[in-house]
């Protein structure tokens, strides 16, 4: 997708097994984006300057994956005028409520849009991201509307084998 990029940005190397679901859903749709790694409490300079210059750079969407604190998300939406969605990584501590709370409990004024702990977080970071481009983006609707309508295959097609599974187990 020619000009419609998105920015990943995680906190840590650690965040990367988790937000690999992201970039494999990116792929999987052909959305072009760049990853960096950036900590709001240890390079804030940077955190400052990927914000301030993430639209110049052509993004669209950012999606930022953080753990504990996970403010990333938050520093970042305040600054940049694009919208972002936080994915918070699975802590040991406290499973990953740590780092809900941080994206989800942002100040009036500061958006951030949140998606679930970990993987399946990560995964659906990416799709809404591609909904938005979408939003703008005829080729990028028309392969949302057919991700989601073979999501809905599998179901069915789950359905189908449950039902025949009970139908031999009572015989």
Not at 34 to 63: F, L, N, W
Request: aromatic fraction near 4%; proline fraction near 4%; charge should be positive.
């Amino acid at each position: 997708m020619t000009g419609k990029k998105i920015g990943i940005v995680m906190g840590s190397d650690s965040d990367l097994s988790t937000m690999q679901e992201t970039l494999n859903v990116l792929d999987e749709f052909g959305v072009n984006y760049d990853v960096d790694v950036i900590s709001c409490h240890r390079t804030p300079q940077r955190a400052h300057k990927y914000a301030m210059t993430a639209e110049k750079k052509g993004y669209k969407v950012i999606i930022g994956g953080a753990g504990g604190s996970a403010h990333l998300a938050g520093v970042i939406a305040s600054m940049a005028p694009v919208p972002v969605i936080g994915v918070p990584m699975l802590t040991p501590d406290l499973g990953g409520l740590d780092s809900l709370y941080s994206i989800v409990q942002m100040p009036g004024g500061v958006p951030v849009a949140a998606v679930g702990i970990g993987k399946a977080g990560a995964k659906n970071a990416a799709i809404l991201a591609v909904q938005i481009l979408s939003t703008a983006d005829k080729t990028l609707k028309k392969k949302i509307i057919d991700y989601k309508k073979k999501q809905a295959e599998k179901v069915i097609q789950k359905d189908k084998n449950v039902k025949k599974l009970l139908r031999k187990s009572k015989k």
